[in-house]
Structures are given as structure tokens and as C-alpha cells.
């Protein structure tokens, strides 16, 4: 030990460079486990808390090992929420996929609803409950690596895009009465997006609740959730994160998206949410080419709009669908 030191006197550059290297070494680690973490569910283990829930001690111990997210696994089921419900199957390139659908007699068209990140179908029972006291029926879809559908990854809405783009699909060939009205939640609604604005899906509107404008961005919130800086931390994550995932995440925004979704929409976001701020919401809302509306719920963060307001969300959710129905 004293040979070392002896030699890092000697030779303070080389032994800075050292330190240097092994810290970027370290920290890239770091930043792997974290992107892996989030895009490959855990089997067991419970899940970690959001960050505005851990204490000091709780935050180091995050960042220093990484988080627990457990795969989404269903809980409450629709006869939970007074629904009759047909579980139904479907592929999305070479991935199978699981849904509920709720078809009451004489449905006035159908909303196809698809989950936020780390949470399954049974997150959006409410939304499905109140889709029908409108009079439509309501597709439920667990995207891939969640609930009842194959895998254990996630990439945050890219991939999931093309799960959207089968729901669609399905619900044509199966003739569920139209029009067809596709609901995104957070990572859900970056889906949608994505799959409306970049895939070519052909939905007769659409309507996407709490979405991020961009992927650093949403990376960038989670830092500050934290109290932490986020640069260069945010921008390594996304890198892992593209490597781990197998695309560009730095590409992947879904305001971007938003530019080319030519079809009636609606944009819901709390006003108060700090994981997609308001002002990513408007930015969606912004590069909407025409036919929109923006709802805003003061006060609300990044949670359940139905849950918050049911009547209010429900009036917004309405108007859209009505207003393609005509």
C-alpha cells in the first residue's frame, strides 16, 4: 500500500487520469443498472418508491444500487368495477397480447385504452367504467410485459407503439362498432402518439392523459423529483437506456409525434404534475395540427384524471368522442 502511494506522488497526472477513468467507469455502471432497471421488470422484490416518497437515506441507496420495478401484475378485475368483460388475444408483432373487452349492447362506438408505465389494465378499470356509463365499449390492453401479455421489457411507449397499432387492428377485424377513439395514459399515451404520428395507425381520435414531451425531459423531472442535477446523469440514463432498449431514445418524443397525428384530440394533464409538467402537456397540445382541445386539472399531479375528476373527465372524453361520432 505504501508502494502505491509512493508511486501516485510520483506521478500526479497519471494517478489523477486514474481516478478520473475509474470514476466515469463507476458512474456508467451506475447509470446502466438504472436503465436496465427500468426497462427490464423485476420478477420478485418489492418496488422501490417514487422518489418524493424516499428519505435522504432511501434516495442515496436508489442511486447507488439501482431501483426495484416488479412486473405489472394484475389485480382488480372488471367485475370489481360492476363490468362484464371478455378477455381477449391478440399478436403485435411476434408478442401476444391480453385485453378486456367490455361490449354493451347497443355501444355508440369504442375506447380503446391502454395503461402508463410499470402499471397494467386493472390501473384503468375506472376509465373503462366510465367509457361505458357514456355508451361506448371499452378495449382495456395490457401493452408487453405487463398483466397478461408476453415479455418483461418496456421502452417507454416506442415499442408499445406497435401494440397500439394491433389493438387498432383487432378491434377493426373484430368490428367493434365505431368510431374508434384510442386513450393513452402517460407512457401509454406516448404510445398512442407514437403510433398515430410516426406508424401510420388510423384511429377516429385520440386522447392522451399526463404524456412527457420528450424523453430527456421526462428523465431530466425525475433528477429533480430527486433534489439532484440532472446533467450529465439524465443523459447518460437515456443512453443506457437506447442501448439497453434497442432504440433511440433521445429521438423518442412524443410532441414530435404529435405533429403528425391528423385526427381529432384531447389533451388531459394535471396542472400541477412534476413527472410531465404542464408545459410538456401544452407542447403536445401545440403540435397538434387541428381538430384539439387542451383540459387542464388544476391542482392535479401525475395521477389518475378519472380518479381525480370522473365528472370533469368524463365531459372531456365525451365531447371527443361525440364529436367524432358525427
Known amino acids: 500500500m505504501t508502494r502505491r502511494f509512493a508511486w501516485a506522488r510520483r506521478h500526479p497526472w497519471r494517478t489523477t487520469a486514474v481516478v478520473l477513468l475509474t470514476g466515469v467507469v463507476l458512474v456508467n455502471v451506475v447509470a446502466y443498472r438504472h436503465a436496465r432497471a427500468m426497462l427490464a421488470f423485476a420478477t420478485d422484490g418489492a418496488k422501490t418508491a417514487p422518489p418524493e416518497g424516499l428519505t435522504a437515506w432511501g434516495k442515496a441507496k436508489a442511486l447507488a444500487l439501482g431501483v ?33 373487452l367490455v361490449a354493451p349492447p347497443g355501444a355508440k362506438g369504442t375506447v380503446i385504452l391502454f395503461h402508463g408505465y410499470a402499471a397494467c389494465r386493472s390501473a384503468l378499470l375506472p376509465e373503462a367504467a366510465a367509457v361505458v356509463e357514456l355508451g361506448y365499449a371499452a378495449l382495456v390492453v395490457d401493452f408487453r410485459g405487463a398483466g397478461g401479455s408476453d415479455g418483461s421489457d418496456c421502452t417507454l411507449g ?127 397540445f401545440e403540435a397538434l395540427p387541428d381538430r384539439k382541445e387542451l383540459v387542464v386539472f388544476d391542482g392535479v399531479g401525475h395521477t389518475s384524471l378519472c380518479a381525480a375528476d370522473r365528472p370533469r373527465w368524463a365531459a372531456a372524453v365525451g365531447r371527443l368522442v361525440g364529436s367524432v361520432s358525427k
Request: glycine share 12%; proline share 7%; charged share 20%.
Open 68 to 100: 426495484t420495478v416488479p412486473r405489472p401484475a394484475l389485480g382488480r378485475t372488471p367485475s370489481d368495477s360492476g363490468l362484464s368483460a371478455e378477455t381477449v388475444r391478440f399478436a403485435a408483432g411476434g408478442v401476444n397480447l391480453e385485453a378486456w
Open 158 to 284: 416506442h415499442d408499445e407503439a406497435r401494440d397500439v397499432a394491433a389493438a387498432l387492428r383487432f378491434a377493426r377485424e373484430r368490428k367493434l362498432p365505431g368510431p374508434v377513439v384510442l386513450f393513452g395514459q402517460s407512457m401509454g399515451g406516448a404510445a398512442v402518439l407514437r403510433a398515430v404520428g410516426a406508424l401510420g395507425a388510423d384511429p377516429d381520435g385520440i386522447v392522451v392523459e399526463a404524456v412527457f414531451a420528450r424523453t430527456l425531459t421526462t428523465v431530466r423531472n425525475r433528477f429533480a423529483l430527486m433534489g439532484l442535477p440532472s446533467f450529465p446523469g439524465a443523459e447518460m440514463l437515456v443512453f443506457w437506456g437506447s442501448v439497453r432498449g434497442g432504440f433511440d431514445a433521445f429521438a423518442h418524443d412524443p410532441a414530435e409525434y404529435a405533429r403528425g397525428c391528423r385526427v381529432p384530440a384531447l389533451v388531459l394533464h394535471g396542472g400541477a404534475d412534476r413527472n410531465a409538467t404542464p408545459a410538456e402537456g401544452r407542447a403536445i
